[in-house]
């Protein structure tokens, strides 16, 4: 099934949405450890999310709908890397990869308040396991 949805996706990606992506993947991780280090209501975090929804509204606007593909050591959009390496514990590639999220697709009009929650699942569910 996973196949199917992320066939309806594909289309070539320029080399300009291929640097975006990588950028726009490298924010969110950043996003993501700067909640492990700091509580979420602390203005490092909040300004962190709110730049990460901004970069995204922009490359959304532009690009469309992207969708990232979790593998073990690399993360993908339609089928180019735009991440990889080894998985460190406790980023956000390794917690999507280790609790079996294949993908991860955001589509333009994302609320501030959808990627705060996103990130505080993804914080959340990372000390549970500590």
């Given at each position: 099934?996973?196949?199917?949805?992320?066939?309806?996706?594909?289309?070539?990606?320029?080399?300009?949405?291929?640097?975006?992506?990588?950028?726009?993947?490298?924010?969110?991780?950043?996003?993501?450890?700067?909640?492990?280090?700091?509580?979420?209501?602390?203005?490092?975090?909040?300004?962190?999310?709110?730049?990460?929804h901004?970069?995204?509204?922009?490359?959304?606007?532009?690009f469309?709908?992207?969708?990232?593909?979790?593998?073990?050591?690399?993360?993908?959009?339609?089928?180019?890397?735009?991440?990889?390496?080894?998985l460190?514990?406790?980023?956000?590639?390794?917690?999507?990869?280790?609790?079996?999220?294949?993908?991860?697709?955001?589509?333009?009009?994302?609320?501030?308040?959808?990627?705060?929650?996103?990130?505080?699942?993804?914080?959340?569910?990372?000390?549970?396991?500590?």
């Amino acid at each position: 099934m996973q196949g199917d949805i992320l066939k309806d996706t594909v289309r070539a990606l320029s080399y300009q949405q291929v640097e975006e992506t990588k950028k726009l993947f490298n924010n969110l991780l950043t996003t993501s450890k700067n909640l492990n280090l700091y509580p979420e209501n602390h203005s490092i975090c909040r300004q962190s999310i709110q730049q990460s929804h901004a970069r995204l509204e922009t490359y959304l606007h532009k690009f469309g709908d992207v969708t990232l593909e979790i593998e073990r050591y690399k993360i993908l959009c339609q089928g180019v890397e735009v991440h990889n390496g080894p998985l460190e514990e406790g980023t956000l590639t390794h917690i999507l990869f280790r609790d079996g999220i294949g993908w991860l697709q955001i589509t333009e009009g994302v609320a501030l308040e959808e990627l705060r929650q996103f990130f505080s699942i993804i914080h959340h569910y990372y000390y549970l396991y500590k």
